[in-house]
């Protein structure tokens, strides 16, 4: 099995940074594509940042110039620098890896809440 386990959310102020990690462990095979995923109360999950294996970058416009995601493909590791973070990124934001092994296998971490106060 593969597990994605994610670290880093909390509490912030409009304006703070925070980074969240997220490790892939377990029976990975190829680690391809990785990204990073919120679901604010009410709302439909949506991509936030995303990752290719070869390290091309792919945002929304509602994050573009504040969020940063990168990759250590050594640690099976993807992380997620946030700036300028407005009360509006408040959500659970979730880690989404797509593997291959004898097949394509998409996994979820379990989620990290972030809260932007005003």
């Known amino acids: 099995q593969v597990q994605l386990v994610e670290s880093g959310g909390g509490l912030v102020q409009a304006g703070g940074s925070l980074r969240l990690s997220c490790t892939a462990s377990g029976n990975i095979g190829r680690l391809n594509a990785m990204g990073w995923y919120r679901q604010a109360p009410g709302k439909q999950r949506e991509l936030v940042a995303g990752?290719?294996?070869?390290?091309?970058?792919n945002y929304p416009d509602f994050v573009k110039g504040r969020f940063t995601i990168s990759r250590d493909s050594a640690k099976n590791t993807v992380l997620l620098q946030m700036n300028s973070l407005k009360p509006e990124d408040t959500g659970v934001y979730y880690c989404?890896?797509?593997?291959?092994?004898?097949?394509?296998?998409?996994?979820w971490g379990q989620g990290t809440q972030v809260t932007v106060s005003a």
């Open positions: 989404n890896a797509n593997i291959y092994r004898l097949g394509n296998y998409v996994y």
């Open positions: 990752i290719t294996s070869g390290g091309t970058t």
